[in-house]
């Protein structure tokens, strides 16, 4: 049996940051609104503050979105795709195209 090659893979890789539901949704806003607040992102997605600070957290510490401040009395922040963030474009669009040509319409 050869697993050394499946436990370095870089599908696998991926999936471990970004690979579950919400991940993917909270990048999904990123795509379609450009940077967002935490509470933004709470109030669209509608997820606890916990899950949605974990799943930013995970993002932010793969290197997917960073957090920047913008503004210091009150400090107020944000969260930005970075550039590895930006180069998940088109793996967002191939899903949201696939969605659109093999998954029923729910409206």
């Not at 450009?34 to 606890?48: A, K």
Request: include cysteine.
């Amino acid at each position: 049996m050869i697993t050394s090659s499946r436990d370095n893979c870089p599908i696998l890789r991926a999936t471990n940051v970004m690979g579950d539901q919400w991940s993917i949704l909270i990048l999904r806003e990123f795509f379609l609104e450009g940077p967002r607040r935490f509470q933004d992102l709470q109030d669209m997605l509608g997820l606890s503050p916990n899950t949605l600070s974990n799943r930013l957290k995970k993002l932010e510490n793969a290197g997917i979105v960073a957090r920047r401040a913008y503004s210091s009395n009150p400090p107020r922040s944000e969260y930005v795709l970075t550039e590895a963030g930006r180069a998940l474009g088109p793996v967002m669009g191939a899903l949201r195209q696939w969605g659109e040509t093999h998954t029923p319409d729910l409206t």
